[in-house]
């Protein structure tokens, strides 16, 4: 499975709560995503626009946390936008050559 996620063909980004020290700590976090050719994004302390340090579900749960919420849904906009989806069949070639939207 590890050696799959280094190969992964698709697009994929993670954010990862900068208050988050028991469930996805943030370095750790970065660096499994990283292994898959991820994008990290590090929510809290400023970082997508968030300024407290919100814990593993306060990041999706706490409106506080919105400004993630809109910098993900930009991500995915974008990837959507840069990738042929089949319905049913999921993500195809890219559109631009493989780009990693991000």
């Keep these: 499975w590890w050696e799959g996620w280094g190969r992964n063909p698709v697009p994929a980004a993670a954010w990862v709560a900068k208050g988050d ?9 970065a660096a499994f995503a990283r292994h898959g050719g991820a994008s990290v994004y590090v929510v809290g302390d400023g970082g997508c626009g968030v300024a407290g340090r919100p814990g ?10 919105r400004p ?7 991500w995915a906009s974008g990837v959507a ?13 890219p559109l631009d050559g493989g780009r990693q939207a991000g």
């Excluded at 020290?21 to 976090?29: E, R, S, T």
């Excluded at 993630?68 to 930009?74: E, L």
């Excluded at 840069?82 to 993500?91: D, K, N």
Aim: no cysteine; hydrophobic share 50%; charged share 10%.
């Design 21 to 29: 020290a028991l469930l996805a700590h943030p370095a750790g976090a």
């Design 56 to 65: 593993h579900m306060d990041l999706v749960t706490d409106p506080a946390n």
């Design 68 to 74: 993630a919420w809109a910098h993900m849904a930009r």
């Design 81 to 93: 936008v840069s990738q042929a989806v089949t319905p049913g069949l999921g993500l195809g070639p």
